[in-house]
């Protein structure tokens, strides 16, 4: 059986993850932005939680972790690398890394560019991939500590996954993303349904992510900036790709 996934609302515009082996009956959440959404999630399914993974540091994916773990006595998981800045770890984690979760094995991804630290969970089995604000619905995070190389490199690792991959990302950006992306290319029309899809679903409270890999290879301009439509938008024909993404950043960050 595969795994469960649960989708939850938390703050402002953040997500956090259930993911649940109803073989094991192991759950765990993936980023805890405030606690009580997921208790009440927790209660409504009644599972146990018995993991807290962390993508990275930032206080909007932590804030809820220390009275998570109070109550449920969940393990925390993250990058060794930010030990020092995430609530304290039961499990340390680094690039390459497995877990073993149920029937499905996690593997961790290094994908500096947000954050020098930051880490995503591929479950392969099940086609999940959760990548923090790292690559995000139709976007990706502003370089906060990395540079726009580290960001190109992680973007290019993490759109190497299978192309029917759910992308599990952690804000409620795709509209505001996508707008930017038919600023790049006005005339792409698969960027032009999907904001459509989005504004349908926003308009009956639905999320927007998770969102297939396949369908942001063909409308998230920072996957695409090797393509030759991209390149010639930003007037960048002939430049390597890498430079080619760090414009589109510039261009977003100025949106």
Known sequence: MALELVTIPCLADNYAYLIH?????RTAVVDVPETAPILRELTF???TLSDIFLTHHHDDHILGVAELRRITGARVWGAGADRHRLPRLDEVLGAGDEINFGTDTGIVIDVPGHTLGHI????A???LA???DSLMAGGCGRLFEGGPDQMWATLTKLAALPPETLICSGHEYTA???RFAASIEP??????ARIMRVAKARAEGRATVPSRLMGELQTNPFLRAGEPAVKAAVGLDDAADAVVFAELRARKDRF
Not at 187 to 192: D, G, H, K, L, T
């Open 130 to 132: 959760f990548t923090g």
């Open 120 to 123: 995503a969970f591929y479950f």
């Open 187 to 192: 005339e792409n029309p698969a960027i032009m």
């Open 45 to 47: 399914r009644e599972w």
């Open 125 to 127: 089995k099940a086609g």
């Open 21 to 25: 082996d109803p073989v094991s009956g």
């Open 176 to 178: 505001s993303n996508l």
